[in-house]
């Protein structure tokens, strides 16, 4: 069984981002617009229509099985609007997510986004969370770790203020992902540099705070085959040694997963060569980032099971990367495939 | 012959320092402050012990001939102050590097920085470049995408208001290495995430704007093995493709070059195995951001000749890699070595 730690709904029905849109345009006209959850009309044939062509089609053409499954990254948007539309936008996003996976219990597994927003309390997005994995069989959560949209005006992760959070991830016994969303800032492009960034950024915050420490069992995944840091694995740990903190493997490879959303062969052997195989995840965000179809290899950039199979991996490493650490970093996945609520 | 294409004086004597101190007590009283530029007394002899038992030990010990020497980059604090103060410590520190390089002009070749600040006009980098290379002998600028020390609130490198610097960098011939600064964000570690995203950043810059489209002859390097760039080229072919630009070496690898600043065998070969040798350049960034030795290989992390020695490459390669590539991207260096003014 092929696991996939991350998907993304980027194709939801229309209906989705005409609520947002909506909500947009009445924050455009008043930024402290509050307004009211509502509802968002989606029938069930809808969400199938939605993913039969796209993320069921190519599970069954590239031969993966379960998709963890969560809103739209990009479209989290936590730097737009307020914490109350942040808070409507979010449970619409997660509820749609659920649907999804009582639709295809055996395909899809649901990851929550939180209802964060700039300089807002983590509270509220600890709440969303309870909601979603005590009340709606949610699995993990992705956590961004910029809610500013590129601005980075917020604490790294190490702050206090972010706590409750990381007590809650440990007491529902669900990991983080981190991911950002959208950039705003023309500096970055979305899924080209600020995920990268941002993917990277988190780490080294890792690396240098006390969170780890302070939270032993808490579980962190970093997508996009962990950005620049498996490349620049000896950089960070000699960065580690130099500071005086324990060795990184020591350090990091109890609480941290990388996953393989790195979209050609010499870059996911290059992970694999560096991080062990207990601490890979396999995963590809399709349909995700990069849609096209490599043309020196004819087929799609982010078909990433075939890097994997190609890989010079034992048997047992693949089935860990693969499928059993999917199990041990999700344990509320059900033992036979997706999670009920 | 081996030129190493990234050092900084990080080893300079205590009263470059000691007049920075000054400089920003004055600021800390007055964020206005001009004052004058004034004097640093330093002595050949002094400059001699600073580079003597680091630098030069270094390239004897591990067999590296000439080094292209810059200010040292976290120092170059360009959020700090104002444009005058920028500009005062600035000319220091380039008249610094120049006087290392009349004292050991077979090990050192100069490149400067520039006196950037936020929200100020480029044209005084300019001035400086113009100084430095028509005045002065120097073979290449660093450029700091983002003055603000990792608030990323300037304009992209795309932007028109950068276009005055490259002109002169092409009418000039000389690159520029795109380098940030210290991190004044608690978000960012300056040498584990700035530098690495900085890369990453400019890096898109270039793929979605019409940077290289309008200035053919301009020449870049990205520093610290490209940020996550290589260990993604796939995701980046990929991004390219679809946003409808030029395929990827098209579109770059007439423009920009690779250092081989990656500290450990694993990410060197993933680099050379992605990007083409002609692109890249050999680079230790020695005595720089990670200073101890890899208890898994008993050298320095950031003695990076023993990666690239070890790596699968041809004789030919790696002659570009260690010396021909960098005559190509820094033809101002003197034929036998270093460069005189």
Request: proline content about 7%.
């Amino acid at each position: 069984m092929i696991i996939d730690c991350h998907g993304h709904y980027t194709t939801a029905p229309a209906a989705l981002g005409e609520y947002r849109d909506a909500q947009r345009a009445a924050l455009d006209a008043d930024p402290d617009h509050v307004g009211a959850k509502g509802t968002i009309a989606i029938s069930d044939d809808e969400i199938r229509t939605s993913l039969e062509g796209a993320q069921l089609r190519l599970q069954r053409e590239r031969g993966t099985d379960l998709t963890l499954f969560s809103p739209r990254a990009s479209w989290m948007g936590h730097h737009l609007g307020n914490a109350h539309t942040s808070r409507f936008w979010t449970e619409h996003c997660n509820e749609l997510i659920r649907r999804v996976c009582d639709l295809y219990p055996d395909n899809f597994a649901p990851v929550c986004q939180l209802p964060q927003s700039p300089g807002a309390r983590i509270e509220p997005s600890v709440h969303e969370l309870r909601r979603c994995v005590e009340g709606m069989g949610f699995v993990g959560a992705n956590v961004n770790p910029d809610p500013s949209g590129g601005f980075w005006d917020g604490p790294p992760l190490g702050d206090r203020a972010w706590y409750p959070l990381y007590e809650a991830l440990c007491e529902l016994d669900v990991p983080a992902m981190i991911h950002v969303s959208a950039a705003c800032n023309p500096q970055f492009h979305t899924t080209g540099s600020h995920y990268l960034g941002a993917d990277t950024t988190a780490f080294m915050q890792l690396v240098t705070s006390d969170l780890l420490a302070d939270f032993p069992e808490l579980r962190i995944v970093i997508p996009h085959g962990g950005g620049a840091v498996p490349y620049h694995w000896g950089r960070f740990r000699g960065l580690a040694q130099d500071m005086g903190r324990p060795p990184l493997d020591e350090l990091v490879l109890g609480n941290v997963w990388f996953d393989t959303c790195v979209y050609h062969q010499a870059g996911i052997d290059c992970l694999l060569a560096v991080i062990p195989a207990d601490n890979v995840l396999f995963a590809s965000e399709m349909v995700g980032a990069v849609r096209g179809i490599d043309p020196e290899t004819g087929h799609h950039y982010d078909d990433t099971r075939r890097y994997v199979d190609a890989a010079a991996l034992s048997d047992d490493d693949r089935t860990k990367i693969f499928e059993a650490n999917a199990r041990r970093v999700y344990p509320r996945l059900g033992a036979g495939g997706g999670s009920a609520p």
